[in-house]
C-alpha cells in the first residue's frame, strides 16, 4: 500500500513540474541604441549660415525630435584656423533649434582636438535607438504534435517584424515613454468647483448632444 501510495506521489509531483514548465518566449522586437553624427562644414571666411548648414541644422533638428534621445552635443573644432567661425556657426545653429522647438537644456557643447587642421567641421551628435527585428524561420514544425506548455516558434514573428519596421520611436520597443505634465490649471478649475459645490464636469454645447433626431421616422 505504501508503494503505491508513493508511486502516485511521485506521478503527481512529475505532473505538477511539467504543467508548472515555463513556456519558450515567442519572438519579438527590441532595439539598441546608436550614436548619431552629423557633420557640418564651416568655412574660416563664413559671414553667418549658409542655406547648405541651414539645411543640415534643420535635418538634425527633426531627427531630434522624432527619435533623439539624451542631449544634443554640439562640437567645435579647437585649434583649427575655423574655430572661431566654427563657434559663431554654433551661436546661429542654437538659435535656429530653438526656433525648431528644442529646449534649451537639451542641447549641450563641448569641443573636440582638431590638431591644427585649417578647417575641421561642426559635429552634431546625440543617441538614437535602431529597431532589431527577430529572425524568422523558414519551416514549420508538425503542428498536429501536442506541445503542452509551449508555442510554436514561428508564432508571433511576422508581426514583431512588422511591429519593428513600422514603429515610429524604436526606444518604445525598450522602455515606456515618460508621461507628460498634468495639466495644473485644469486641475485647480476642478477643486475649485467641487469646494462651491458645482458641476466638476466639463460643459458641452448643444452640438454634442446625444439625442437621437426627432427628423427620422420610425
Known amino acids: 500500500m505504501n508503494l503505491v501510495f508513493k508511486s502516485l506521489m511521485v506521478a503527481g509531483a512529475l505532473v505538477v513540474a511539467g504543467c508548472a514548465s515555463a513556456p519558450e ?3 519579438r522586437a527590441t532595439a539598441a541604441a546608436e550614436t ?4 557640418m562644414e564651416v568655412s574660416a571666411i563664413d559671414n553667418g549660415l549658409t ?3 541651414i539645411d543640415v541644422i534643420e ?4 531627427e531630434y525630435k522624432a527619435r533623439g534621445h ?16 566654427a563657434i559663431g556657426a554654433i551661436a546661429e545653429a542654437r538659435t535656429r533649434l530653438y526656433a525648431a522647438g528644442l ?17 575641421a567641421p561642426v559635429i552634431f551628435s546625440f543617441t538614437r535607438y ?4 527577430p529572425e524568422c524561420s523558414t519551416t514549420w514544425t508538425d503542428m498536429a504534435r501536442v506541445r503542452p506548455n509551449e508555442t510554436w516558434p514561428r508564432f ?11 514603429v515610429a520611436d524604436p526606444r518604445d520597443l525598450v522602455a515606456p515613454r515618460t508621461m507628460d505634465a498634468p495639466d495644473s490649471a485644469r486641475r485647480q478649475g476642478v477643486l475649485d468647483n467641487y469646494r462651491r459645490g458645482q458641476s466638476t464636469a466639463s460643459e458641452r454645447s448643444d452640438r454634442e448632444s446625444g439625442a437621437v433626431s426627432s427628423s427620422v421616422g420610425n
Open 59 to 62: 535635418a538634425v533638428a527633426a
Open 70 to 85: 539624451g542631449p544634443l552635443v554640439i562640437s567645435y573644432p579647437q585649434n583649427a584656423g575655423n574655430a572661431d567661425a
Open 36 to 39: 548619431v553624427r552629423v557633420s
Open 51 to 53: 542655406w547648405n548648414q
Open 25 to 27: 518566449p515567442r519572438p
Open 156 to 166: 508571433g514573428c511576422a508581426t514583431a517584424n512588422n511591429l519593428a519596421s513600422m
Open 130 to 133: 535602431e529597431a532589431i527585428a
Open 103 to 119: 529646449d534649451w537644456r537639451q542641447i549641450s557643447g563641448g569641443a573636440y582636438e582638431a590638431g591644427g587642421r585649417i578647417s
